[in-house]
């Protein structure tokens, strides 16, 4: 299994992978959740299944227009057993399907077979005219050869525009917060010096415009991104982190109190938001609750 394309818009050469697996009886499983656009425009890289891979999965709500949760998956070839496959697939997903995200899989796939070249063109145009103006600018630096020399990526998807901002002597991750916390601009991934601005179907010279706008401002005015004390952008990774692992009762519990007696109410707090909530059971006497 392989992950192609990453969120920074690199693929892998997915045909020399698919042959080296089937000349060993192995299907190649490709996490395409970043490539649902890639089989309706020439330019853009080779869509998995074009490329040999037996099963990708694409995340429509990502470089399609699907709404959160819209995925698919694509099967080829006798490799995998459709059945077991189909088993997988029920096993994990919800049985109460929110008919929404199937109606707007449905309207995507129509309109990227209609119109998906021509929207494809001008994202496509557009984004190529960003990463030249970007690329003007001092101290700022898109990244494609990089990506695409000895021993690196096969292949790149021009709609992720991967910017270097080291030479403003500040890392991807404050670059990152200064655009969202001065322009309201929220890119889309951001490292120790770079950040990354997707574009989609959605894009036009509006959007383009206002990034432009942010980036150009600062050099202007002589403003750039401060850089933000030592450690900071790992300890805030490192805080969402622990957030986002907890257990919910470590997370919402009120400081140095423990759970309540049933019906008592407190305020629990979480990012420093007093949230009013109402204590159930203990969890260890959940089993014996009777239905009602």
Known sequence: MIVSPTPYGTCADISSIASLCHRRGKPLIVDEAWGAHLPF????????????????????HKMGTGFEQGSVFHRQGDLVDPDQLSACADM??????????????????????????????????LAGQVRQDI?????????????????????????????????????????????RENHRLDMGLSDHCRMEATFSLADDDQTAAR?????????QAGQHPAPGPPGRAAQRRRTR???????????????????????????????DHPIP???TRHPRRAHHRRAP
């Open 277 to 279: 909530a109402r204590h």
């Open 241 to 271: 982190a622990r957030t986002r692992h907890a257990a919910p009762q470590r997370v919402f519990r009120p400081e140095g109190n423990r759970p309540g007696r049933p019906g008592d109410r407190t305020y629990l707090r979480r990012a």
């Open 92 to 125: 994990l997903m919800t049985t109460s399907p929110n008919v929404m995200v199937y109606a707007a899989l449905d309207g995507w796939r129509r309109q990227m077979v209609q119109h998906g070249h021509h929207l494809l063109d001008a994202a496509l145009t």
């Open 135 to 179: 690329d003007a600018l001092p101290r700022l630096h898109v990244l494609r050869e990089e990506f695409l020399g000895a021993e690196a990526s096969h292949d790149l998807d021009p709609l992720h525009v991967v910017i270097d901002v080291s030479d403003l002597g500040v890392t991807g991750y404050d670059a990152a917060d200064w655009l």
């Open 211 to 219: 990034l432009m706008s942010a980036l150009t401002r600062p050099d």
């Open 41 to 60: 425009h020439p330019d853009l890289p080779t869509w998995a299944m074009d490329a040999g891979a037996d099963v990708c999965v694409v995340s429509v």
